[in-house]
């Protein structure tokens, strides 16, 4: 069983940069799958980014491809998301996810744990 807590979240100006974080509990992460969601008001939620936790395996949507960048860090169980060039459409509350497996998923439905979110506000 995972659990993921995320942070970071906040209002910026657009253009500025803000970087989330996701701490994760668990037995292992050495074949999971840790991703990205945001969902805005009166929207589905969507994929932003997934990494495999130890290997180098990415997938990113291209609305946020070339701005975003998720990353990890092994020793502090955490999944960060870069997020660069902020435009006001980025603003929803992002999730952290988390599937077994080292395949990066974009489909909701794969994930099987989920955070509870943080707000992402980008003003004009």
């Known amino acids: 069983q995972v659990q993921l807590v995320e942070s970071g979240g906040g209002l910026v100006q657009a253009g500025n940069s803000l970087k989330l974080s996701c701490a994760a509990a668990?037995?292992?992460?050495?074949?999971?799958?840790m991703a990205w969601f945001r969902q805005a008001p009166g929207k589905e939620r969507e994929f932003v980014a997934a990494r495999s936790w130890y290997a180098s395996n990415t997938a990113y949507a291209d609305s946020v491809k070339g701005r975003f960048t998720i990353s990890r860090d092994n020793a502090k169980n955490t999944v960060y998301l870069q997020m660069n060039s902020l435009k006001p459409e980025d603003t929803a509350v992002y999730y952290c996810?988390?599937?077994?497996?080292?395949?990066?998923?974009?489909?909701?439905?794969?994930?099987?744990?989920w955070g509870q979110g943080t707000q992402v506000t980008v003003s004009s």
């Open positions: 668990g037995r292992t992460f050495s074949s999971y799958t």
């Open positions: 996810a988390s599937r077994t497996g080292t395949i990066p998923s974009a489909y909701k439905s794969d994930y099987g744990y």
